[in-house]
């Protein structure tokens, strides 16, 4: 209980401690899925992206 109580006045006892608390939680959860599904669209898709397939058309010069 005491841990809910602490929480509750950290967070969400007033109006902008809350709106602070949504936004940055919002944030960190877009960067972890934007990156995690980065991570799987370059899993999936490995050897047919530019990235894997351009030292096949560009030469050094």
């Known amino acids: ?11 969400f006892r007033r109006n ?4 602070g608390a949504v936004f940055v939680s919002a944030f960190a959860f877009e960067m972890f ?12 898709n490995r050897g047919r992206q530019w990235k894997d397939i351009r030292s096949r058309y560009i030469e050094e010069e």
């Not at 209980?1 to 967070?11: E, I």
């Not at 902008?16 to 709106?19: A, G």
């Open 1 to 11: 209980m005491a841990a809910a109580q602490t929480f509750y006045n950290a967070l």
């Open 16 to 19: 902008y401690q809350m709106l």
């Open 33 to 44: 899925y934007d990156s995690s599904m980065n991570k799987v669209w370059d899993s999936w």
